[in-house]
């Protein structure tokens, strides 16, 4: 095990405020394991100073890896992108902004060394966070985990140690609408929890708009769940008995007492209505249909720009197992 190698993925886009601070913890951290280690910042489009900074400290560092795509592909894509790149025989993903704390690495890889092949960190407390965000958050991964065919740990970024077994199983997984924290369950293998306390931002301002946030929440469920087809379908039914319902009251009153036809403004509400029912059905059918023509053309995840490897990835390889080593060549197919 003491041969064994780590690797650490670590995203970035516009992140010129916190790099240095998250590197020296960082490099701190890595420094007292008994592994090799190599850190590899996934430039996903930054354009701020920050692929400049990486680069500086590359000069200084030679365990950073360079992985810069060639646009902002979004951080799901960045993420694979370093799983692609990553030459470890365990690999940990961690955002930048120092709000998932490097210090559980070491814990992790004791999990790991222990027989787990992925080890999770799991928020307790979510400190610098808005009420709205920590609501929304809290409903969203309840509402994941009822309606989705596989168990997602709530409460459960992004952060976490995964075995090369099971990271090899999720590179095979290639669709265009990536929901990682679904992917990192579906691929199953052993998996642990370790509760943390997640801390504020260090430095700068989130991604994470409400409006992006909302997105993410539709991508995770369509992706793991057709419930909300079924929904449609239901509420379908519903309106239609209930059209049939009211049709056979109406008709009873105009026999029994020759209650007169009448209700345009019932009528109005009553179109209106399905109107929309059916809007919303056809926009829920139009959320998986858009993700079926993303899939068919079949185009790669990410182009890189350019890709700098790290001292470890080229001492591997050479060695003699190069499935291992990092593959210059790939654009993220």
Known sequence: MESCVISVIVPVYNEQEVV?????????????LNHKTEILYVNDGSSDGTLEIINRLRTNDPRIA??????????EIAMAAGFDNACGDAIVVIDADLQDPPELIAEMIRHWRSGYDV???QRTARDGESWLKKASATAFYRVIQR???VQIPPDTGDYRLMSRRAVDALNRLREQHRFMKGLFAWIGFSQKAIPYKRD?????VTKWGYWKLWNFALEGITSFSIVPLKVATYLGLLVSLGAFLYAAVIVLKTIL????VRGYPTLIVVVLFLGGAQLAALGIIGEY?????????????YLLRALEPSSVAKDRMHEEHP????????VGS
């Open 289 to 301: 249909l858009g993700r079926m023509f993303d899939e068919t053309k079949q185009r790669p995840l």
């Open 147 to 149: 309606v989705s065919r």
């Open 20 to 32: 240095p601070e998250f590197h020296k913890r960082l490099s701190a951290v890595l420094e007292k």
């Open 200 to 204: 504020p931002r260090f430095a700068g």
């Open 119 to 121: 080890v999770y960190a």
């Open 323 to 330: 499935t291992v080593c990092m593959d210059r060549d790939r």
């Open 257 to 260: 007492y020759g209650d007169p």
């Open 66 to 75: 360079i992985v810069d795509l060639s646009r902002n592909f979004g951080k």
